[in-house]
């Protein structure tokens, strides 16, 4: 059949996939630590119906040759790591990260998940967990006795305890940081996980070595922008009527062809 | 027979191979840095015996839209957009220097920077890799500078400067990767006056409302193709009826 029908559905696929894309990413407009996906497009192959330069004749050739692209394909979606907005809290055990890094949380099955959702609370051992119950790594653990907790910027978590006004360090938080972000694996529950494209986790310090820093009492809120995600609903939808448009056109094309011989 | 019949079906034929062309362009309204195609149709005339009264059409691809397509802003570091003329050049899956407008880029985990579309971008001396970083930049000349890490607010260090071009554009063509490449098989000199907008995305250049206006053109002439077919089919059958003897 016509191949102008498969064209046209080719390019409904990919706005449908684009519109799945911007759905999720307002759906997640208030999720602390999400970062938004972009969906990628590229052309598919070209057909060579007619090659440029073929023989006419002996002795004349064609000017130019015919080549019909094939229609659009979706090859990735992309998360963008910018930051989101800090929103101070004033609750101890949440954290914002300023600038690069990831939180490391330790995930059920052994492997670290990253995350940049810094809301933690305690279990009833006193270890730092996020909100499924995965822990902080490296593993630090709150004494009972702990009356303050103060998280520098630098990562230290430091107590004070009762007839002690001294504040004691008891750990020190560290992020990780990649070459390549954007090839981490996102698997739902605010958390990544490492890929061979992300390429190999530095951990440090935080404030050392370019990576960000800890701030206690804040937390980083979903970097999607509203605004722009509602006008890229907007292109998709006038992209698809188009498409779609192109689709029904072929299709009265093939009808009349039908209804007249 | 008569040859009208074949006439008007090469020419509903070519429409429909048109009208293809025409959805490839409006399929990729969105995808960045696309350029759209143009199809046009010739006339082949038929030299035989007798006169030669008939001319069959022929759709082509004269060419390739390359005006500018509209700018995204986006801040990511690593969204580069071509400012007017050039192109961006990186390595096709054959290993020949290829060009680009999309300037998505991207990097794999072993540093290796991608144009959007997963070819290596190619730099000073062939494609570009970077250090772990933890703050890249690319300048409106293409130089990029990174913060490694490791070093604590480090200065910025030049790693590589992306090789941007500007052919004359009768010399590229789009291929079938959908690419553009030089006629002649050779590579180009970097061009210096080639400017990039770094944190910005061209988009496509399809212009939608002529692919629209153009998609119903294509339409009415098919009919009129059609329309044609059926006429030959109404004189063959009219002849038939004169001839009838009874």
Known sequence: MSQALWVGKTGLEAQHNRLSVISNNLANASTNGFKRDRILFEDLLYQNIRQAGGQTSQNTELPSGFSLGTGVKTVATQKLHEQGNVLQTQNKYDLAIQGYGFFQVLHPNGEIGYTRNGEFSINGDGEVVNSSGYRLQPNIVIPPDAMTVSIGTDGTVAITTPGDSALTQIGQIQLASFQNPTGLNPIGQNLLMETAASGAPQVGAPGQNGIGTVHQGALEGSNVNVVEELVNMIETQRAYEMNSKAIATMDQMLQYLNNNT | ?246
């Open chain 2, 1 to 246: 027979m008569d040859r009208m019949l074949y006439i008007a079906m090469s020419g509903a034929k070519q429409n429909m191979l048109a009208q293809t062309a025409n959805n490839n362009n409006l399929a990729n309204v969105s995808t960045p840095g696309f350029r759209a195609d143009f199809a046009s149709f010739r006339s082949m005339p038929v030299f035989g015996n007798g006169h030669p009264t008939r001319a069959y059409a022929m759709v082509e691809r004269p060419g390739t839209d390359f005006n500018p397509g509209p700018l995204n802003t986006t801040a990511r570091p690593l969204d580069i957009a071509v400012d007017g003329e050039g192109f961006i050049a990186v390595q096709a899956g054959d290993g020949n220097e290829a060009y680009t407008r999309a300037g998505n880029l991207h990097l794999t985990g072993a540093g290796l920077l991608l144009s959007g579309s997963g070819q290596p971008v190619l730099g000073n001396g062939g494609p570009i890799s970077l250090p772990p970083a933890s703050k890249v930049d690319i300048a409106t000349d293409g130089t990029i500078s990174v913060v490694p890490f490791g070093q604590n607010g480090g200065q910025p260090q030049v790693v590589d400067r992306i090789k941007l071009v500007n052919p004359p554009l009768q010399d590229i063509y789009k291929a079938n990767d959908g690419l553009l490449k030089l006629k002649e098989g050779d590579t180009l000199p970097a061009n210096a006056n080639v400017k990039v907008v770094s944190g910005a995305v061209e988009m496509s250049n399809v212009n939608i409302a002529a692919s629209l206006v153009r998609m119903i053109d294509l339409a009415r002439q098919f009919e009129l193709h059609v329309k044609l077919m059926r006429t030959a089919d109404k004189q063959a059958d009219n002849l038939g009826q004169m001839m009838r003897l009874s």
